[in-house]
């Protein structure tokens, strides 16, 4: 669907929503403590809608493959639609530099969202090896919702968190965005141009407890200092 016809509404994101995403982090990090490694997928919505984003959003998420990559034992899959019924996933890969070069190729192209296809693939994929967390980032929801969450409430009970990121705030989408986090264990938090530090940060945190859990994230705080680590102390002090 097109730009116009999609009318998004952003909406800065607030205090009380980085603090109930961070809570959130804290309640799964609690049970991601093996310390082994873990794998993250990746999906974003490349339909036209998301062009004004785009570029932001490509530098924040190279950075988080980035800051991964010195854990260890994270391995990442990129998946994402756009146009007519596209959509591509690569392999697992443990490094970032191809990562980062594959989506920093990806251009978006109007159509409908996929985020049915998503969900469904990342079931069959912890199906087959646990995938310790599904991050999303895309801006509206152009599908039926119930379907959405039962979805989610599969990945829920198979232990695959969905954090979601909405592009805007727009209202119905993120009733749809905050169903899905909530009924698959994950949580939900909307972004703009205006906070990118933010979305940073918080993405790194997701791919931190996924490849470590709390250990790996206290690591990384201390390490990088700065925004990192009041992040990582509001995690690690959560109760």
């Known amino acids: 669907m097109n730009t116009e016809s999609k009318n998004i509404s952003k909406t800065k994101t607030t205090d009380s929503e980085v603090e109930a995403f961070l809570t959130k982090v804290a309640e799964v990090s609690r049970n991601?403590?093996?310390?082994?490694?873990?794998?993250?997928?990746?999906?974003?919505?490349?339909?036209?809608?998301?062009?004004?984003?785009?570029?932001?959003?490509?530098?924040i998420q190279s950075e988080m493959f980035v800051a991964t990559q010195k854990l260890g034992g994270l391995e990442v899959q990129l998946a994402f639609y756009r146009g007519f019924g596209e959509m591509k996933?690569?392999?697992?890969?443990?490094?970032?530099?191809?990562?980062?070069?594959r989506m920093n190729k990806v251009r978006c192209v109007a159509g409908?969202?996929?985020?049915?296809?998503?969900?469904?693939?990342?079931?069959?994929?912890?199906?087959?090896?646990?995938?310790?967390?599904?991050?999303?980032?895309?801006?509206?929801?152009?599908?039926?919702?119930?379907?959405?969450?039962?979805?989610?409430?599969?990945?829920?009970?198979?232990n695959t968190p969905?954090?979601?990121?909405?592009?805007?705030?727009?209202?119905?989408?993120?009733?749809?965005?905050?169903?899905?986090?909530?009924?698959?264990?994950?949580?939900?938090?909307?972004?703009?141009?205006?906070?990118?530090?933010?979305?940073?940060?918080?993405?790194k945190a997701v791919a931190i407890f996924s490849a470590g859990g709390r250990t790996a994230l206290e690591k990384f705080g201390n390490d990088v200092g700065g925004k990192a680590l009041q992040i990582t102390h509001q995690i690690l002090n959560r109760k």
């Not at 999906?43 to 530098?59: F, G, H, K, Q, V």
């Not at 592009?167 to 909530?182: L, T």
């Open 112 to 158: 409908r969202t996929q985020i049915r296809k998503v969900l469904r693939h990342a079931i069959k994929e912890s199906k087959i090896n646990q995938v310790n967390a599904l991050v999303f980032i895309g801006d509206v929801i152009e599908e039926d919702i119930d379907d959405l969450g039962h979805l989610a409430g599969q990945l829920g009970l198979i």
């Open 32 to 59: 991601s403590e093996t310390g082994n490694g873990g794998r993250l997928l990746f999906a974003i919505d490349a339909t036209l809608s998301r062009e004004p984003t785009w570029d932001m959003a490509c530098n």
């Open 89 to 101: 996933v690569t392999k697992w890969l443990s490094g970032s530099n191809e990562l980062v070069s």
């Open 162 to 203: 969905v954090f979601v990121f909405q592009d805007g705030g727009e209202p119905v989408s993120r009733m749809g965005f905050e169903q899905i986090a909530r009924l698959s264990n994950g949580a939900y938090c909307p972004f703009d141009a205006s906070s990118a530090g933010q979305l940073s940060e918080l993405l």
